[in-house]
């Protein structure tokens, strides 16, 4: 418990304000210097635990004006038929930006490497085989960034999108860190507000 302790309140000392680097911001790397012939390439995070955050780096404008003309929908309950429209407000997209990076998604895993690849699914160029974007369905539970991505931009992330992505990381490895995966994950959730970790509560 004292370790835990101990990481929380060092990320307290360490704002989010804009301008300010702190842990997963300060090592933001375009994704196109880890793929190489539609492969994922981090031989050093594979079978290893820790908390990864998605960013949008490439042209702002591009990015916000495709959000604002976006049908963006997620599913409601189960038992409700109702689809439910998203509005990305300016505020939060600015809310959702440090240093001209915009949060799209955070996640962790005991796996860096394995996870990073099915958010991608670099091998697949239509993940949109069983569901249509604007159905609120997702085609699948494990490419959030990818079907975040291409249902605001109406077209495949492998068409010329992933050259605007990057992708940071903190590691955390082994069971030991498994309550603290959990509370930097969620941390970094409520400062850095990523547009495509929402969902409808069951």
């Known amino acids: 418990m004292s370790e835990i302790k101990q990481i929380i309140s060092s990320l307290e000392l360490m704002p989010f304000q804009k301008g300010k680097e702190g842990i997963c911001v300060d090592n933001i790397c375009p994704l196109n210097n880890f793929i190489c012939n539609d492969n994922l390439h981090l031989p050093e995070l594979k079978n290893i635990g820790g908390v990864y955050v998605f960013w ?4 702002i404008n591009k990015f916000t004006n495709a959000l604002n003309s976006c049908s963006y929908y ?10 439910i429209k998203i509005q990305f407000t300016n505020e939060w997209v600015e809310n959702s930006t440090i240093n001209r990076n915009i949060c799209l998604y955070i ?3 005991t796996d860096l490497k394995s996870r990073i690849s099915k958010h991608l699914k670099l091998g697949t160029k239509d993940i949109w085989n ?9 085609p699948n539970s494990e490419s959030q960034l990818r079907i975040g991505v291409e249902r605001v931009f109406n077209k495949s992330i492998l068409d010329g999108l992933i050259d605007d992505i990057s992708i940071s990381w903190v590691t ?24 495509f970790n929402i969902d409808i509560e069951r």
Do not use: C, Q, T, V
């Open 130 to 138: 069983k569901s249509k974007k604007i159905s609120g369905i997702k």
């Open 107 to 109: 996640g962790k895993s």
């Open 74 to 83: 997620l599913k409601a309950k189960r038992s409700h038929k109702e689809l």
């Open 56 to 59: 949008w780096s490439g042209n």
């Open 172 to 195: 955390l490895d082994g069971y030991e860190n498994a309550i603290n995966r959990f509370y930097l994950e969620n941390y970094f959730i409520g400062k850095l507000f990523p547009l």
